[in-house]
């Protein structure tokens, strides 16, 4: 290596420590809210910078080492002694590592222009030339330049934003399965291609971090948030304003839902977590949960919307699980977004249901979710055509009294009747009152269910709750009350499959459906040719393993009536 290589590759490896231990010092000078809006740039900014020169793997490893260890307390006590010295906003320069080329501090990562010059011709078009092998290696500029092209939000349809914010609101979601890191490590052998550093949580919390501050939504759906990183990781959040709702999966499961929202856009009038884990039910012993909520416009009260977040069992081949999940998730979906009965039926909020549902296209519970009714009797577990353990009549028991249309029998009856208890009978270990036990009182309603119950293999129960209106159990065929659409058509206009996670091979499982609202851009998904393209994720330009989706609804705001 020659005399200037060496003295080069010296100034930027000293640069690169004091980066590293301005970071961690401004962690504790800085105020928080503004230390968690710089560490993402100033992190990607070390990194890229980095990946920009043609120096050996090493160095890479050893600053993300370096960054990894920052929380230690000697090293914060060597950072302070050194001279603290402003890296933000600035970079190095390719010809001269002594001369700085400005950066502004707001430019965001999809206009961010380094300083080599003459490595980008055209910061509008394509994929850049002349960017070194090395980032090709790493994860890297080109990926975040291909990545940020095919990831644009797009107009759904002809559909345009109104520029009335007095007659609608801007409803703008992203969703996010994020990877527990606890899943990660537990099951390592799926990662062993990737590159080790990039599987460290403090890389890739601040990727996610950065991708969901780039969306700018009002309100977030993440699953695998991970309990023991959750205050952690809401802190920036909750300096910018977002108020939250976690849902830990049952028994051992150590991660599970996040729900954020504005708090000066929204109040949170309603709320409910799930739990799909009903003890002594097989179908139904698996821990996933689900977090709905009620949210009412700050400004304008009577304007109200239900977001609900899931994530659905894994395992391939039980649809009729996910289906029977999904079945308990609508039902309290109905029971917090009913509004009143009209003579042409129930009258309901606008609903966005999002998350992972493990789950590909036009598949089963897909189906019943667009199409609002799935016959599922005779068919096997994977809720396909089967010749031999074919489901029965009946998916869950009729104990939890939730009917074939995915409402509560007993909310059901207290609305018709305008008696009768309400009671939900679904167990709840965050709710001690509602978990069923042996000394439980029946309600009135429930005897009635129990008197009209028959053998679920000979025929379903049907019971009228008032004249002319009936409910089943067990019918072989599950319905719902909503007219769910999804955002993505899954399909582009040249056939191409899009994909938001790889399962041996790239897939859609996450999923944004809507009902009573209008969608007016979805957050464009790459298809399964551009996915083979770019690293695997994770990687530094992706933190997770699923890709995150998001849409932006126009709810139109309710006037007043005085």
């Known amino acids: 290596m020659s005399v200037s290589s060496k003295t080069r590759l010296v100034t930027i490896t000293a640069s690169l420590l004091n980066v590293a231990c301005n970071l961690h010092t401004a962690k504790f000078l800085l105020p928080r809210k503004i230390f968690y809006m710089v560490e993402p740039l100033w992190q990607r900014l070390s990194l890229e910078n980095l990946y920009l020169n043609p120096f050996p793997e090493a160095l890479v490893s050893d600053y993300l080492d370096l960054a990894i260890s920052m929380d230690n307390p000697a090293s914060h006590q060597k950072c302070m002694k050194a001279k603290m010295e402003s890296y933000l906003g600035t970079c190095y320069g390719q010809n001269n590592t002594t001369t700085m080329c400005d950066v502004p501090f707001h430019t965001t990562s999809s206009n ?79 990662y062993q291609g990737h590159n080790k550093k990039v599987l460290n949580w403090k890389i890739r919390k601040s990727l996610v971090i950065q991708e969901i501050h780039e969306a700018d939504a009002n309100v977030i759906c993440l699953q695998e948030m991970q309990e023991d990183h959750l205050l952690d990781f809401v802190t920036p959040f909750k300096q910018l304003g977002y108020e939250y709702l976690y849902k830990k999966r049952t028994n051992d499961k150590r991660d599970g839902l996040l729900l954020l929202y504005r708090s000066n856009q929204f109040v949170l009038l309603d709320y409910a977590k799930v739990e799909l884990y009903q003890a002594g039910i097989e179908i139904l012993n698996r821990d996933n949960v689900g977090i709905i909520a009620k949210l009412s416009l700050r400004d304008s009260p009577e304007t109200q919307v239900v977001v609900a977040t899931t994530h659905l069992l894994y395992n391939p081949r039980r649809n009729d699980v996910r289906l029977a999940q999904t079945q308990l998730l609508l039902a309290e979906i109905e029971r917090i977004a009913f509004v009143e009965n009209t003579m042409t039926g129930p009258k309901y909020l606008p609903i966005i249901l999002t998350g992972d549902f493990n789950l590909e296209p036009f598949t089963a519970v897909y189906k019943f979710l667009t199409e609002g009714s799935f016959e599922y009797y005779g068919k096997g577990r994977n809720l396909e055509p089967s010749q031999y353990n074919f489901l029965s009549n009946s998916l869950i028991p009729s104990r939890l009294c939730i009917t074939d249309n995915c409402q509560h029998f007993n909310i059901l009856t207290q609305r018709l009747q305008r008696e009768g208890t309400g009671k939900v009978m679904l167990e709840n270990s965050e709710l001690p009152l509602q978990k069923r036990d042996g000394n439980m009182t029946l309600s009135s309603d429930v005897n009635m269910l129990q008197q009209n119950s028959v053998n679920i293999n000979t025929g379903c129960t049907q019971i009228e709750i008032v004249k002319g209106y009936s409910v089943r159990f067990s019918s072989g065929t599950l319905t719902h009350p909503f007219k769910m659409h999804s955002v993505y058509r899954h399909i582009n206009a040249h056939g191409e499959r899009e994909a938001t996670t790889h399962q041996d091979k790239w897939i859609t499982v996450d999923y944004i459906f809507y009902s009573n609202i209008q969608p007016i851009e979805k957050y464009a998904l790459p298809t399964i040719s551009q996915c083979a393209a770019l690293p695997k994720i994770p990687n530094f330009v992706v933190g997770s393993d699923h890709l995150c989706i998001g849409a932006t609804f126009q709810l139109p705001r309710k006037k007043s009536v005085l």
């Open 112 to 190: 961010l222009v380094y300083c080599q010059p003459g490595a980008f011709a055209d910061v509008t078009h394509g994929v850049k030339t002349n960017v070194h092998a090395a980032e090709t290696k790493h994860g890297n500029y080109i990926d975040k330049e291909r990545y940020k092209i095919i990831r644009k939000w797009k107009r759904f349809g002809k559909n345009r934003l109104t520029s009335n914010t007095e007659d609608s609101f801007i409803l703008k979601l992203l969703s996010f399965n994020i990877l527990a890191q606890n899943l990660l490590e537990d099951h390592s052998y799926l």
